[in-house]
């Protein structure tokens, strides 16, 4: 990069344009890790899905997905023996990284609510371009010319496998930019967490995931409490719901994402990230006798293949 360029990521500070654009290291492992958590992060809408069936409300949800999240990081943090090397840089990434996922799945909730979860589903996957653009723009890297093309055929693949959910009304319009909005947030959340665990030992990971979860969820329960939403569980049942929504998907499957994240381009993270919601149909599909027509068939599939060329063609532009 031309050391005179004035780019804003320059004009922020070197510490965040070195760590967002950190080289790729231990690249096989990253992809393994990105879609291992994406697979159990894209569950997430299946244990949402049956803890609201058993009487969770939609706010609540949320609010102890990421309570449990908190919790299991703080202790796995606290059992590791090792003294939090706390840096302020870093925690300030992660307290804005709280404020990010929590506004994401706020508005994410509510694009649901508006257009069903078919089209909330293409519009949250649209961070596979906001990455790609920060990645070529901000970063100054170089992505093959193919990338582009292969991210459109993926997300053609998504409205084949989502378009037959999409639901229509007064309040469509509204949805579709809270849609965007969720996306653009999600992204922000996702280039945060990168800043915060980038430089991080393992250990102090577990910290900081603690901390992103734990501003979460302060944001979350305020806006509980405005909207006057419960905080009881209504049972057993969904209580078990909600605490595999939690640990499975938030602690698990964001903790092999914050592992692999940090090893990966932020554009590659994004392409990888468009199997949480072939993840969950292909789950609907198992767990509730669903039967998806051809059309939605050849959407995932050709999802799928999107997802395998362009890590393909990242991978040879690095030889």
């Known amino acids: 990069m031309n050391p005179n360029h004035g780019s804003i990521m320059r004009r922020l500070g070197p510490g965040l344009y070195r760590r ?3 080289p790729e290291a231990s690249a096989f492992t990253g992809v393994v890790m990105v879609l291992a958590g994406s697979i159990l992060v894209g569950l997430s809408s299946i244990f949402y899905k049956l803890a609201v069936e058993s009487g969770v409300n939609v706010n609540t949800g949320g609010f102890y997905r990421v309570v449990i999240g908190a919790t299991v990081f703080l202790g796995l943090r606290h059992f590791s023996g090792k003294p939090f090397q ?6 300030w990434f992660a307290i804005l990284s709280g404020v990010f996922f929590a506004v994401d799945l706020s508005l994410w909730h509510r694009s649901i609510v508006y257009v069903g979860p078919g089209l909330a589903t293409l519009l949250g996957n649209l961070q596979v371009f906001f990455l790609a653009a920060f990645t070529a723009w901000a970063l100054k890297i170089r992505l093959p010319k193919s990338f582009l093309p292969i991210s459109v055929v993926g997300m053609a693949g998504l409205y084949l496998l989502v378009g037959p959910q999409w639901s229509e009304g007064p309040e469509q319009r509204l949805g579709i930019i809270i849609g965007i909005i969720a996306a653009l947030s999600y992204v922000g959340y996702i280039l945060t967490l990168r800043s915060a665990t980038l430089c991080a030992a393992f250990d102090d990971k577990l910290g ?16 509980m409490i405005l909207q006057g939403s419960p905080f009881r569980l209504p049972g057993l049942r969904a209580t078990a719901y909600v605490f595999g929504y939690g640990f499975l998907s938030h602690v698990c499957g964001w903790l092999l994402i914050t592992l692999g994240l940090n090893r990966i381009t932020p554009a590659r993270t994004g392409l990888l990230m468009l199997v949480q919601p072939v993840a ?16 939605q068939m050849s959407g995932a599939l050709i999802t ?16």
């Open 86 to 91: 706390l840096q302020r840089r870093a925690a």
């Open 280 to 295: 969950a149909y292909w789950m609907e599909m198992i767990l509730f006798d669903r039967r998806l027509s051809w059309l």
């Open 20 to 22: 967002l654009k950190a």
């Open 208 to 223: 900081y995931l603690a901390i992103v979860a734990g501003v979460t969820a302060l944001l979350l329960a305020a806006l």
């Open 304 to 319: 799928l293949a999107a997802i395998g060329l362009g890590n393909a063609v990242i991978s040879h532009k690095k030889k």
